[in-house]
Nanobody, 125 residues
Framework: VQLQASGGGLVQAGDSLRLSCAAS????????MGWFRQAPGKEREFVAA????????NYADSVKGRFTISRDNAKNALYLQMSSLKPEDTAVYYC???????????????????WGQGTLVTVSS
């Protein structure tokens, strides 16, 4: 499975941005998918996750109410709609996928088997 994240860029505080993640390869092995981010000098942190059916989602408190995760299994795609962006949202954003069933512990990066290369989001004040 290969994941390719895109959509990052430079925006101003308060703006919106939509990230995409395209999956290819043995995509039938993908179940829960998620977004993580890593700011300069900080550890990677969980942002959001979505179950295979899309019925279950999970968000970090810092983005709840501002970010929306979604997926289109027919297109093998994952999305992250980000609104009301803040300078502290500046980071490299990574998409990830689990190769096993189950939505529990979706906020732990160690539970994910496949990772994209990351896309940089910079929010200026």
């Amino acid at each position: 499975v290969q994941l390719q994240a895109s959509g990052g860029g430079l925006v101003q505080a308060g703006d919106s941005l939509r990230l995409s993640c395209a999956a290819s390869g043995r995509t039938f092995n993908i179940y829960t998918m998620g977004w993580f981010r890593q700011a300069p000098g900080k550890e990677r942190e969980f942002v959001a996750a979505i179950s295979w059916s899309g019925a279950s989602t999970n968000y970090a408190d810092s983005v709840k109410g501002r970010f929306t995760i979604s997926r289109d299994n027919a297109k093998n795609a994952l999305y992250l709609q980000m609104s009301s962006l803040k300078p502290e949202d500046t980071a490299v954003y990574y998409c990830a996928a689990k190769g096993s069933k189950g939505f529990s512990s979706s906020s732990y990066d160690s539970n994910y088997d496949y990772w994209g290369q990351g896309t940089l989001v910079t929010v200026s004040s």
